[in-house]
């Protein structure tokens, strides 16, 4: 028999499915040390959380995140609530001796996470943060192949993540499912929210960035405010993009926005070395575009390959060769993986001084925006987690 591992969510919107679904699935496809019982879930309105504890099968739920931290039945805390909120509950839940698993960006910014780093670090728990396209087989792929040297010396970095929801000057601020546009709550906008996912990426295939230069534009000053019913302006970045130099000596061009019209969630990257090339699109995600200058002459070029063989990454606890697996697995392979790490009292990559690490591009990105000069990333060295 397992040990069982009682789950405490807090939230209930799009994550809080996202991570309940990896807590169900984990253990079907993966042999994990734990059995996941998902005990509790937490959040504000009781009627809905109610609904949503009966669709995904909690087994009981709260009102108040402090009251789910302090019971004794709850050996994890898993923050999908806004962002406002990750510091509170993460540095509680540290304190009471629980593992933490938290939603990205860890902070609103770099001085907020650095405390919750202290306080997961300090209780020794194991702790994780949900930059879950590190697991995409694909992406996984492409960092054995870098750490291979099949790219030799890298030059050039490049991402870009484009949406287009907030297009329309009638969209309110704040508020349930709109908090993402209030600085209060968000702390940026697709800085922190984006370029965040691009950035953690980046760092893990590609090492730390040194510094910066960078510009963001907010479209639309003014919106009317959910909560207060007035017109209050608006204090996140709709759009930002940067210029930027790895501590190995390669350039990164990064771009994130969502006022880019007809895109939904377009994130590729592509990364640039001495002997070829790599390009990777969420749109495509189970195939990896790779060109190699040491081919045959007169067959070198562009190839895709399909990442679906039993000996691509996370890919012989799936399907048959050939058939595809999508976005939400890359939230069970991290959930497998992360009770494989605290089995043994450790914390799973991206932890939370990796997701710091991200916090300190993202600073030093906004403060180049508003300096209008190339900025230092803050603590660059420790970017570019295992």
């Known amino acids: 028999m397992k040990n069982k591992l009682n789950i405490g969510l807090v939230g209930y919107g799009f994550m809080g499915r996202t991570h309940s679904n990896a807590f169900r699935q984990a253990p079907r496809f993966f042999d994990v040390p734990y059995e996941p019982v998902l005990k509790a879930v937490c959040a504000r309105n009781a009627d809905r959380v109610t609904s949503f504890a009966s669709n995904w099968g909690y087994e009981s739920i709260e009102t108040d ?5 302090d019971r004794k039945d709850i050996d994890l805390i898993d923050i999908a609530s806004p962002n406002d ?50 697991r995409v087989p694909a992406v996984t792929l492409l960092k054995h192949l870098i750490d291979e040297g099949r790219l030799g010396r890298i030059f050039h970095y490049r991402a870009q993540f484009l949406q287009d929801w907030t297009i329309s000057k009638d969209l309110p601020q704040g ?13 940026s906008g697709v800085t922190g929210d984006l370029l965040a996912h691009c950035i953690d990426t980046a760092l893990w295939l590609n090492g730390s960035i040194a510094d910066v230069t960078a510009m963001t534009e907010t479209f639309i000053k003014e919106r009317k405010h959910t909560l207060t019913g007035r017109v209050e302006p608006v204090g996140i970045d709709d759009a930002s993009a940067f210029l930027g130099r790895f501590q190995n000596g390669s350039l990164a061009l990064f771009e994130a926005t969502r006022y880019a019209r007809g895109h939904k969630a377009l994130y590729t990257l592509e990364i640039n070395g001495e002997h070829g090339s790599a390009r990777w699109d969420l749109h495509d995600l189970h195939r990896l575009q790779w060109f190699d200058h040491r081919d045959e002459g007169q067959l070198r070029g562009w190839r895709s390959v399909h990442i679906t063989d039993g000996d691509h990454p996370y890919m012989k606890h799936w399907w048959v060769p050939g058939l595809q697996i999508g976005y939400e697995h890359t939230f069970i392979h991290q959930f497998a993986e992360f009770l494989q790490a605290a089995a043994q009292g450790k914390a799973l990559a991206p932890t939370f001084r990796d997701a710091l690490a991200t916090d300190y591009v993202t600073d030093a990105v906004l403060k180049s925006a508003k300096s209008r000069r190339w900025e230092s990333v803050a603590m660059a060295q420790q970017a570019g987690a295992a």
Do not use: Q
Request: glycine share 8%.
């Open 65 to 69: 995140w402090r009251a789910l931290v």
């Open 175 to 187: 508020g349930e499912g709109l908090w993402r546009l209030d600085v209060a709550v968000a702390g």
């Open 85 to 134: 909120t990750h510091a509170d509950i993460a540095s509680a839940a540290a304190r009471g001796g629980k593992m933490v698993m938290c939603e990205k960006p860890l902070g609103r910014n770099a001085a907020e996470a650095e405390k919750m780093v202290t306080a997961v670090e300090s209780a020794r728990v194991p702790n994780s943060v949900w930059y879950n396209y590190r």
